[in-house]
Nanobody
Framework: QVQLVESGGGLVQPGGSLRLSCAAT????????MAWYRQAPGKQRELVAT???????NYVDSVRGRFAISRDMSKNTLYLQMNSLKPEDTAAYYC???????????WGQGTQVTVSS
């Protein structure tokens, strides 16, 4: 079973940057579209960014132009570069593969991002 381990979160001031990482225990990037999700307290988990198995990125409107999704297939690691962070970006961030429009694997523990002055 593939395991996903997220890291890189933390406390950052508005306007700051963070880079999240997601290490997968298996070579899954060539087979799946990979995605970053986030879940704020009291809200449903939402899809934030995706990268197809051919490397095409896509973003929800709220993060387009500020976030960048990428991957290192040699390291089985997915990244999310987050710039110009806003308080509304505060959430736990998770990665997963997409399959049939849903998350393919068990969720990892996530990594908390808090944007606050």
């Amino acid at each position: 079973q593939v395991q996903l381990v997220e890291s890189g979160g933390g406390l950052v001031q508005p306007g700051g940057s963070l880079r999240l990482s997601c290490a997968a225990t298996g070579s899954i990037f060539s087979a799946y579209t990979m995605a970053w999700y986030r879940q704020a307290p009291g809200k449903q988990r939402e899809l934030v960014a995706t990268i197809s198995n051919s490397g095409t990125p896509n973003y929800v409107d709220s993060v387009r132009g500020r976030f960048a999704i990428s991957r290192d297939m040699s390291k089985n690691t997915l990244y999310l570069q987050m710039n110009s962070l806003k308080p509304e970006d505060t959430a736990a961030y998770y990665c997963n593969a997409l399959f049939g429009g849903s998350a393919r694997f068990a969720w990892g523990q996530g990594t908390q991002v808090t944007v606050s002055s």
